[in-house]
T-cell receptor
Framework: DTEVTQTPKHLVMGMTNKKSLKCEQHMGHRAMYWYKQKAKKPPELMFVYSYEKLSINESVPSRFSPECPNSSLLNLHLHALQPEDSALYLC????????????????FGPGTRLTVT | GESVGLHLPTLSVQEGDNSIINCAYSNSASDYFIWYKQESGKGPQFIIDIRSNMDKRQGQRVTVLLNKTVKHLSLQIAATQPGDSAVYFCAETPLNHGNNRLAFGKGNQVVVIP
């Protein structure tokens, strides 16, 4: 199984709502990532989890709160978002967080298309 | 908000012809490079990778060339098919950076003309 799944596929939320994005992989990967992608732009890294611990936060506003409950799951909790936060949110995973045995590619999920109204 | 009139560099190619997509990178410490394909409404899909100790790597219908001297990466697609229409991103990472932090290039749109 080389698949990263994300739910929901689409999400529309108001600025006062609280919602969560979910990501799951069963490849035994120990690094998981959240990216944000605006139209016609490359993905921008938001967070990295390595062995279920947050290792990188790319100065993301606190209205985005990541969580890694176990090695297969990654959540992104959303609260008080702004319309400019509307984007495609991508989850990815990779085999070796520390790259001790060589670089490994990141596998991406299909993304959640988020619209903030 | 979004920039009005923002366009990706676009390569239009006739079906059956070969495509070449180029990417310049700036970090001389980068030693691992990946090409991703992203179709409309989907996440990026891994195509091929190459380490800095190589200058060429071939996959099925795709070849990646790396020129470290001028920090240039290219992706060649042989016998381009309609299913190859997508945005293609190069990505790089330095070996000593840890955590597989990828830096993505701007992206190139490929449009295959049947």
């Amino acid at each position: 199984d080389t698949e990263v799944t994300q739910t929901p596929k689409h999400l529309v939320m108001g600025m006062t709502n609280k919602k969560s994005l979910k990501c799951e992989q069963h490849m035994g990967h120990r690094a998981m990532y959240w990216y944000k992608q605006k139209a016609k732009k490359p993905p921008e890294l938001m967070f990295v989890y390595s062995y279920e611990k947050l290792s990188i936060n790319e100065s993301v506003p606190s209205r985005f709160s990541p969580e890694c409950p176990n090695s297969s799951l990654l959540n992104l909790h959303l609260h008080a978002l702004q319309p400019e936060d509307s984007a495609l949110y991508l989850c990815a995973s990779s085999q070796d967080p520390d790259r001790t045995s060589g670089p490994y590619e990141q596998y991406f999920g299909p993304g959640t298309r988020l619209t903030v109204t | 908000g979004e920039s009005v009139g923002l366009h990706l560099p676009t390569l239009s190619v006739q079906e059956g012809d070969n495509s070449i997509i180029n990417c310049a990178y700036s970090n001389s410490a980068s030693d691992y490079f990946i090409w991703y394909k992203q179709e409309s409404g989907k996440g990026p899909q891994f195509i091929i990778d190459i380490r800095s100790n190589m200058d060429k790597r071939q996959g099925q219908r795709v070849t990646v060339l790396l020129n470290k001297t001028v920090k240039h990466l290219s992706l060649q697609i042989a016998a381009t098919q309609p299913g190859d229409s997508a945005v293609y991103f190069c990505a790089e990472t330095p070996l000593n950076h840890g955590n597989n932090r990828l830096a993505f290039g701007k992206g190139n749109q490929v449009v295959v003309i049947p």
